[in-house]
């Protein structure tokens, strides 16, 4: 049985175009429509995302001066606490700067005697027995001036005598622990130490 539309009443043949029409705009809007607005919906998602790593990329450009300025702070600091915390001990010229303060204060160093380092985080610890002659002005004079060095030294376990025979300038001795810092190059209880060796360094 054959239908035909021209044989179908004028409101049923418009009916029939119009659902036909409706079923059209509805493929077309199924298969192409949907799937263009995703895209676009993608499109727009990379383009906000570039967008937002272009306005980074503009604030770090700007702030690029200030973090050059940074650096050159830390580093100014880094130089000072290498003045501070030398990164190796070198025995002969703290000797030579004790010696030449002992001189200024009229100080005698009968004996300048390093001991064994204590391993710290960050540091290590190094003290050095001193044997003095002179007297308690000029001793203090003598602990003043090595308090004012750049290099950190710090003065302890003072144990002060006088002498049975004593001299216009030697009228005491003394002894003490100066003890200076080192700055390590690599922190302490790094990957791959031995466990322990920091425990032996203290002994």
């Known amino acids: 049985m054959e239908i035909s539309l021209s044989k179908l009443p004028w409101q049923a043949q418009i009916g029939a175009f119009v659902a036909l029409a409706i079923a059209g705009i509805a493929s077309f809007e199924y298969?192409?429509?949907v799937d263009r607005r995703a895209d676009i919906d993608g499109r727009a998602t990379q383009l906000t995302s570039l967008r937002a790593d272009i306005a980074k990329g503009q604030e770090t450009a700007r702030k690029l001066p200030e973090f050059r300025s940074q650096v050159a702070e830390l580093e100014g600091r880094l130089s000072n606490l290498r003045a501070i915390l030398p990164e190796e001990k070198d025995a002969e010229d703290l000797l030579r700067r004790l010696q030449t303060v002992a001189v200024q204060s009229n100080i005698t160093i009968k004996n300048f005697k390093p001991e064994a380092t204590v391993t710290k985080q960050l540091h290590a610890e190094w003290p050095?027995?001193?044997?003095?002659?002179g007297t308690y002005h000029n001793l203090a004079l003598f602990f003043d001036r090595v308090g004012?060095?750049?290099?950190?030294?710090?003065?302890?376990?003072?144990d002060i005598k006088g002498k049975d025979k004593p001299a216009a300038n030697a009228t005491i001795s003394a002894s003490c622990t100066a003890t200076t810092f080192v700055l390590l190059e690599k922190p302490a209880g790094k990957p791959g130490a031995k466990p322990g060796a920091a425990g032996a360094a203290k002994s």
Not at 148 to 158: A, P, Q, W
């Open 148 to 158: 004012k060095f750049t290099r950190i030294v710090n003065i302890s376990n003072v």
């Open 31 to 33: 298969f192409i429509v």
């Open 128 to 133: 050095i027995t001193l044997q003095l002659d």
